[in-house]
């Protein structure tokens, strides 16, 4: 792919509210935007594609200690040279999901996008109805970005989304929140649960402990695991992007695309290398 089929999209402040983050975002929505170039234009002859987020956020956020205001993963989204064909976005907070209706609406006025208010795990059947349905002349396919603040992810909900044809790319907040926060996992497992659709980890984790593993990758290749469930091809843990920051080199979480079709992980492996910068990503 030429890097310049996805744009960067230069946005000023507009006094709407913003999602507030740090300068490793940038490495994050990079990579989700050239993998969604890669993947609008890729499937573009068979497939109506729809893009998916289900923690959209305000549509710009604001880099701590800067006065820097980018776009946010939706507005790029919106912005690709080869838009796809329907957009959904899922935001609890009602005037960060404001803001971003505004926005939508000034950067891609003609775009077809539905919002659905509220928490995507209770909204998880609005947000699957919103997907048109799919048929031998109207096939339907999905890319869903899951991207929360901290480890809440709900395996049911994508277990929901996943009885259609839906790719994920999954932030997993395995070190910002899951290995800050280890002895409180192990003794208040239910987050951890919830997020990989099982308890059967406990034990687990016990005998990979003893045999020296860390919590984070050993999160990682859990979820995946429960991904395999569904059929997803399973990831390898070096093939997740993990987001430094880098002036610590201290690493803050893993993005890692799932799918049922060998395809999108080339489509991958092309994102990851045209995404890599300077940022402090490997
Ligand atoms: C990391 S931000 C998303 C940023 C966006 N992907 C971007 O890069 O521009 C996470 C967002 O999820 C929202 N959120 C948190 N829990 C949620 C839930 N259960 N359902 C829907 N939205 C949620 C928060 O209000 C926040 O705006």
């Known amino acids: 792919m030429n890097a310049l089929d996805y744009n960067t999209v230069n946005v000023e402040a507009d006094g709407l509210t913003c999602n507030d983050v740090g300068v490793w975002t940038e490495a994050k929505h990079r990579l989700v935007a ?18 998916i987020e289900l923690y959209a956020g305000a549509g710009y956020s ?60 209770a909204n998880v059947d609005k947000i699957a109805a919103a997907i048109p349905r799919y048929s031998k002349t109207n096939k339907v396919l999905s890319l869903c970005f899951v991207d929360p603040n901290d480890i809440g992810i709900k395996f ?39 997020l990989l659709g099982t308890s059967a980890w406990h034990d687990r984790w016990k005998t990979a402990k003893q045999a020296g593993s860390e919590f984070p990758r050993f999160l990682a290749e859990e979820f995946t695991a429960s991904m395999a469930t569904m059929k997803y091809i399973p990831p ?26 060998a395809l999108a992980y080339t489509l991958w492996d092309k994102a990851l290398k045209g995404s890599d910068d300077q940022l402090g990503l490997f």
């Open 34 to 51: 050239y993998y969604a170039a890669l993947f609008s234009k890729g499937m573009k002859e068979k497939w109506k594609r729809v893009y």
């Open 156 to 194: 049911a909900t994508l277990q929901e989304l996943a009885k259609k044809y839906v790719d994920f790319i999954v932030l997993l907040a395995l070190y910002t929140d899951a290995l800050r926060a280890e002895k409180h996992y192990i003794k208040n497992p239910s987050k951890i649960d919830q």
């Open 236 to 261: 390898p843990f070096y093939s997740m992007r993990k987001v430094f920051f880098y002036e610590k080199n201290f690493p803050l979480y893993a993005v890692g695309l799932f799918s049922r079709h």
């Open 62 to 121: 604001h880099i701590r200690d800067t006065e820097r205001v980018i776009a946010g993963s939706p507005i790029q989204a919106l912005k690709l040279k080869v838009p796809f064909d329907k957009y959904i976005f899922c935001e609890q907070d009602p005037e960060k999901l404001e803001a971003l209706r505004a926005r939508v609406r000034l950067h891609a006025p003609s775009a077809d996008v539905t919002f659905i208010p509220g928490d995507c795990d």
